[in-house]
């Protein structure tokens, strides 16, 4: 691969390649063909997100490349990341389903609530509070929707306050 299969070794012992393509600011009509021509070079993490819009394009790519027999399924790395409107522990399962069904896969390889910021929120106080969130994600690793689980943007001290309440502490912090 591209990458010469140079991965990391995360702390829930799986291993993530190192060098993904980012599909942030991908604009309609390209992804999917940046996608295909990625991992037709050799890439094999692609990072999404819900509110990139673009998961359903990125899906039709990763389809298309399963039926070309360029790669299978089992030698990518997905990551996709949970958007501030979703925190409520009711609603992080229905997100992730939204973003497998775009992608049209069964799981995620990586599951990363994307920033430590809700939408609604009074003051300093998150509503949902971040165990709630936190909690959810748990489940889907648990249930296998999403094989590992982390955050993205957050501070060494937000992260650190993780440690009082999670069972599973977050895989990576995927910062900018």
Not at 136 to 151: F, T, W
Request: proline share 4%.
């Amino acid at each position: 691969t591209i990458t010469g299969g140079l991965t990391v070794k995360l702390n829930d012992g799986r291993s993530m390649p190192v060098v993904g393509l980012g599909t942030w600011k991908s604009k309609p009509g390209d992804v999917k063909q940046a996608v295909k021509a990625a991992v037709k070079c050799g890439y094999r993490h692609i990072d999404c997100a819900y509110c990139y819009r673009n998961e359903a394009e990125v899906g039709e790519a990763l389809q298309e490349l399963f039926a070309e027999e360029v790669v299978t399924r089992e030698e990518l790395w997905i990551t996709s990341k949970l958007w501030n409107d979703f925190h409520a522990e009711e609603e992080v399962p229905a997100a992730c389903a939204h973003t497998l069904r775009d992608l049209k896969l069964d799981y995620l390889d990586l599951y990363l609530v994307h920033w430590p910021v809700v939408t609604n929120f009074t003051g300093d106080v998150l509503n949902p509070p971040v165990e709630e969130t936190w909690r959810a994600m748990e489940a889907l690793r648990a249930a296998g929707k999403a094989r590992s689980i982390g955050v993205s943007n957050w501070s060494a001290k937000k992260l650190a306050a993780m440690r009082a309440h999670a069972r599973v502490f977050p895989a990576v912090n995927q910062v900018e």
